[in-house]
């Protein structure tokens, strides 16, 4: 597993641990994100370059983990995270809602979807629902 720690500069915590046979993929959307490239840019540009053999994808699924707090939930002192939220994600590249029996959005609360199916960025999302302890 490669873990990203969270970015002192970015509003709130996130944390990121995924598999490393991921690593590829994830570092060339950080070089893309740091060129300044959006979400939609970096999405058609690792799209392309997937295509074309320079991007090598996953040949099996690989899982990554995030876990997230908004800024009130983060002691910055003493590294504490109340009420923190933890996401799933299964990269299947390639795999479509046909391939793997899953719908295109999440069809009942926590229920895992595919999405980008069919391209090099398909993933199952598995998205359990936020804690409203701390309202």
Not at 49 to 54: H, S, T, V
Not at 62 to 73: G, I, Y
Not at 86 to 94: D, E, G, K, M, N
Request: net charge neutral; charged share 25%; glycine share 6%.
């Amino acid at each position: 597993m490669i873990c990203l720690a969270d970015d002192p500069n970015q509003k709130g915590f996130s944390v990121a641990c995924y598999h490393k046979d991921l690593e590829p993929f994830m570092a060339r959307g950080r070089e893309l994100r740091k060129a300044g490239k959006n979400t939609k840019e970096i999405f058609e540009t690792r799209e392309a370059e997937a295509k074309r053999g320079k991007l090598i994808m996953l040949e099996q699924p690989a899982t990554l983990f995030v876990f997230s707090a908004p800024d009130e939930s983060f002691n910055k002192v003493t590294g504490e995270v109340k009420d923190g939220y933890l996401r799933y994600v299964v990269y299947t590249p390639y795999a479509t809602a046909e391939s793997t029996g899953l719908p295109l959005k999440p069809e009942a609360p926590s229920m895992p979807w595919i999405m980008h199916s069919g391209t090099h960025g398909a993933h199952i999302m598995i998205t359990p629902p936020v804690s409203k302890t701390s309202e």
